[in-house]
């Protein structure tokens, strides 16, 4: 008992030594040890890199603090200082990917005819979804426990749409299309979306790519038929 009540004091005295250690640690003046902008530019450029590659090779149960740092050749407190640990990972691969959507139709806008334009729209949007399969799931798909994309997300997501919407507007002044630019855009986007979640499940009768795309197209051109009114 007595050994029992001297271990259990020895407990006692070094909790408090650390409660005072963090006191005095409290009250010491900071130093800053952050790299340079420009380092600290190049560190997060390579996170996001890293994160970007086990996200594709992986998929989003494979985005590990730790493994990212790993391969960024950086310390799990660079990720941790720069993103905010793995939640801030996924809403920065979240943005990417909404970004590389917006970067591939973007310029496509107000090329040939408004038709012509809708059908390389709609394969640029299909072509990219394909190509980074993960990303179009952590984008779309299953929910994340723990995340919830930012405002900065969520209106890289909108800016998107609004490529969409500036073609349904060309598309319907030219007489393709009646009512209302936004909703219509709306339904263009579903289909695609729901054509291509069809083909990443899985799910899609088996064809070659080429028939593939050119079903998409058809169904596509059937819709703005249909709104044509």
């Known amino acids: 008992m007595a050994e029992l009540r001297q271990t259990g004091s020895s407990w006692v005295k070094l909790s408090q030594t650390i409660t005072v250690l963090f006191q005095v640690y409290d009250t010491l003046p900071r130093v800053s040890s952050a790299a340079p902008a420009s380092e600290q530019d190049a560190i997060s450029v390579r996170i996001h890199a890293a994160a970007e590659a086990l996200l594709e090779e992986r998929g989003i149960d494979g985005i590990q603090v730790r493994e990212v740092a790993e391969r960024a050749d950086t310390s799990t407190m660079g990720v941790y200082s720069r993103f905010g640990g793995k939640a801030g990972l996924l809403d920065r691969l979240y943005r990417s990917g909404f970004e590389r959507l917006r970067r591939a139709v973007e310029p496509l806008r107000d090329v040939g005819s408004p038709s012509e334009e809708l059908d390389r729209m709609a394969d640029a949007y299909r072509d990219t979804a394909l190509a980074w399969p993960h990303h179009y799931d952590l984008m779309f798909g299953r929910a994340v426990p723990g995340f919830e994309p930012g405002k900065a997300s969520i209106s890289e997501a909108r800016a998107g749409f609004q490529v969409w ?25 579903a289909l695609t979306h729901g054509v291509v979640s069809l083909e990443l499940s899985g799910m899609a009768p088996s064809a070659s790519h080429r028939a593939r795309r050119q079903r998409h197209r058809e169904a596509a051109r059937a819709l703005v038929v249909g709104l044509r009114g």
């Open 165 to 189: 919407v500036g073609s349904v507007k060309r598309a319907t002044a030219a007489g393709l299309l009646s009512g209302r630019p936004e909703e219509n855009a709306f339904r263009l986007w």
